[in-house]
């Protein structure tokens, strides 16, 4: 499968520990993208990587969220001190510079209890 | 401020009626539209963008400006049609904002 891949697909954490997921984007793409979604809406910009360079960080994106893309290939979404309010669907995107396309990963589940 | 507005929750149609589903949006400058598609138990793709001018599934949109609507339309559903969709845009940054999806139902 050369698409987009998460891992892991569902986490359940209890509050106060910290998380970290990891996307593998396409891998001619050099965008890469993470957003939120919660029950009912649609999904949220977090914040977007161009290579290893991050170029924008939503206001969603508190101080205890972290995403990290060393290589400029693979990227990690690392959250500190979770809260119920965290839980959600996690989902990794990317695109070539080229298109404004971007491919969807199949998301990770994340609950806080 | 970029905006992406789903009115319908749920839309439930027969099996070979037509379909359409709205979205208008609001942008300043010249946004860039599309529509994502989210079947059951798999992951988000995307069905189709403005500016390819494309019909894909029978599925068409086009951009209007002056509305600033970017409406979804089938002549014909089909059962196989049911799922999420996600209208959503991206201006001069590369992110896409997201209006809240509607569901589309399709009956026999």
């Known amino acids: 499968d050369t698409g987009v891949s998460q891992d892991p697909r569902h986490k359940i954490t209890k509050r106060g520990q910290n998380v970290t997921f990891r996307c593998d984007p396409i891998s001619e793409h050099n965008r890469l993208y993470w957003y939120r979604q919660t029950l009912g809406q649609g999904p949220e910009f977090l914040t977007y990587?161009?290579?290893?360079?991050?170029?924008?960080k939503s206001r969603l994106l508190s101080d205890r969220f972290s995403a990290e893309r060393p290589k400029g290939s693979f990227s990690t979404l690392e959250i500190q001190r979770t809260e119920q309010g965290d839980s959600a669907m996690y989902l990794c995107a990317s695109s070539s510079w080229t298109s404004n396309e971007q491919y969807f990963g199949p998301g990770t589940r994340l609950t806080v209890t | 401020a970029q905006r992406v507005t789903q009115p319908e929750k749920l839309l439930s149609v027969f099996k070979g009626a037509p379909v359409e589903l709205k979205c208008n949006y609001s942008y300043s400058g010249s946004p860039e539209l599309f529509w994502y598609v989210q079947y059951s138990r798999q992951r988000l793709q995307l069905l189709l963008r403005h500016i390819s001018r494309e019909s894909i599934k029978g599925f068409t949109a086009d951009l209007n400006k002056g509305e600033t609507s970017f409406h979804l339309k089938k002549p014909f559903a089909q059962e196989e049609d049911s799922a999420m969709y996600y209208c959503?845009?991206?201006?001069?940054?590369?992110?896409?904002?997201f209006g809240t999806g509607t569901r589309l139902q399709v009956t026999l």
């Open positions: 959503a845009l991206t201006g001069t940054a590369s992110k896409l904002t």
């Open positions: 990587f161009q290579n290893e360079a991050q170029l924008e």
